[in-house]
């Protein structure tokens, strides 16, 4: 008898469907970038120890504007889920001014 295993379960793939071939694709990318270490060769890079940027406005009135893409209207928001983001940063001259 053969059943899901635990991570098939959890992620709806198997851990060796994820190749370097599809990584970075829905569904295998939200497992992928959090075990990035399981497929390529990765390094610790230390922090500065600088001030930490923080963001000079609030994206809760982003998300709500609205956008077209691919003919499609929606809000940012809704874009985002049906895109599969899992963060968003917004920049401006050099800047980090959203996240």
């Avoid at 469907?17 to 060769?41: H, I, K, T």
């Avoid at 809760?60 to 049906?82: C, Y």
């Amino acid at each position: 008898m053969t059943g899901k295993t635990v991570f098939e379960t959890r992620y709806g793939f198997r851990r060796n469907q994820v190749v370097l071939a599809n990584w970075r694709e829905n569904p295998f990318n939200r497992w992928s970038f959090q075990n990035l270490g399981e497929l390529v060769p990765t390094a610790r890079v230390a922090a500065t120890s600088g001030v930490v940027e923080t963001p000079v406005c609030d994206m809760g009135g982003l998300l709500g504007e609205k956008v077209t893409v691919a003919g499609i209207s929606e809000t940012v928001a809704e874009f985002l889920a049906r895109s599969i983001t899992d963060a968003l940063t917004v920049m401006k001259d050099g800047k980090i001014v959203g996240d």
